[in-house]
């Protein structure tokens, strides 16, 4: 019997991923609870208490004259200081300097001879010998909130914050930008595998060059071109088109040294069977090296669509900020400017943008490392 010891370094490998994994999944887990929790809550305790009670200090205002009822020469007024009635009160006041000034249950004595009481479920009844006026009473109470969860962040999210337009203009962006590039890179890449014509090195030389050319270099050139291009045939600017041009170039250098990779590695004998077959390179391409190359083409895909999904430069840029066209990216930038309070907002905002990718790459998660490592091993 040999025991069979693992090193020290895949200790430490497994070690680093588990700690990796750990990082990763703590943020997002608490950006869920962050967005199902009500936004009083967020304000008062971390996402790590929502399963606990909270206490709040919360200010409530009587309806007035609209509320009023009169019995017996005394003008009442009756309701509930805590919202949906969930929660009890340890202590209410009248001032925001001495928010808890009094005990519950107890009757206290206010301006023009009204008295007030404030029970343990909330409850108030709020007397005064003369009509109460248009504007009510101020109650601060202090209470012990239960943990609620709501879908109220994503319904506020979807409808009233323009999110869900945004969200349709992404995935008009990131899916012709993602299934383009791949089809071009494809041919491209079963052309510089294993097609001979003049000056393949240098294009693939050059193919491979562009890979370091930085984004933002050649953001506005491009811009320039297509614009000078819209104008010569009619075609014009800020369109959909123009942005799938866009990602469609600045991902086919990444996409063709991927595919081109791998197709190479694919065994020779396979084309040169469906060539005595009287295949051509067409034929060979569609029905031989598509059916091979899926996770080469779907690990690919994984990358493209992240990168355009989460674009911002690129869609601020070919696509602008109007409210036809904006997409989830830049919305969420305008909602850090204006609602940088409301966590609850923006925190739903934030996971209705990253859960499209999580679907994409746990659907197509089994094709990621096949691919990539595919093409690091020569084929016979």
């Known amino acids: 019997m040999y025991s069979h010891k693992k090193s020290p370094l895949v200790w430490f490998s497994h070690i680093t991923v588990l700690v990796l994994v750990v990082l990763w999944t703590i943020p997002t887990f608490g950006l869920l609870v962050t967005s199902l929790r009500d936004k009083d809550q967020i304000v008062a305790s971390g996402w790590w208490t929502s399963l606990a009670t909270s206490t709040q200090n919360l200010i409530y205002r009587t309806p007035g004259e609209a509320g009023q009822t009169e019995e017996g020469g005394l003008y009442i007024n009756v309701g509930n200081a805590l919202e949906d009635g969930a929660g009890k009160v340890s202590r209410f006041g009248t001032s925001s300097l001495r928010p808890e000034e009094f005990e519950v249950g107890q009757t206290v004595d206010l301006d023009d001879g009204m008295q007030l009481t404030v029970e343990e479920n909330g409850d108030y009844r709020l007397t005064s010998p003369e009509p109460f006026g248009r504007r009510g009473e101020r109650i601060f109470v202090t209470a012990e909130i239960p943990p609620r969860f709501t ?18 203009n992404s995935l008009t962006v990131a899916i012709p930008s993602t299934i383009i590039p791949v089809l071009v890179a494809a041919y491209a890449a079963y052309a510089l595998s294993w097609m001979k014509f003049p000056f ?21 050139p491009l811009l320039k071109m297509y614009n000078a291009i819209g104008q010569t045939f009619g075609v014009p600017a800020k369109t959909y088109v123009g942005i799938w041009l866009a990602h469609m170039g600045f991902g086919l250098p990444l996409a063709i040294y991927l595919l081109r990779n791998y197709i190479a590695g694919l065994p020779r004998e396979l084309m040169e069977s469906a060539r005595v077959d009287g295949a051509n390179d067409f034929t ?6 598509l059916p091979l190359s899926y996770p080469a083409l779907a690990s690919f895909a994984i990358f493209q669509f992240l990168w355009t999904w989460n674009d911002l430069l690129v869609a601020t840029v070919f696509l602008g900020n109007s409210e036809q066209t904006i997409v989830l990216t830049a919305r969420l930038r305008e909602l850090l400017g204006s609602r940088g309070g409301n966590w609850e907002i923006l925190t739903a905002s934030a996971f209705v943008s990253i859960i499209v990718p999580l679907i994409v790459f746990f659907a197509l998660q089994r094709y990621l490392v096949r691919g990539l490592l595919a093409g690091s091993v020569k084929g016979g």
Not at 200 to 220: C, F, H, T
Not at 284 to 289: E, G, Q
């Open 200 to 220: 393949r090195n240098l294009l693939l030389a050059i193919v491979v060059g562009l890979l370091v050319v930085p984004l933002q270099m050649s953001l506005i």
């Open 284 to 289: 060979i391409f569609n029905k031989i090296i």
């Open 151 to 168: 879908l109220e962040n994503y319904r506020n999210v979807l409808t009233a914050e323009g999110i869900g337009q945004s969200f349709l």
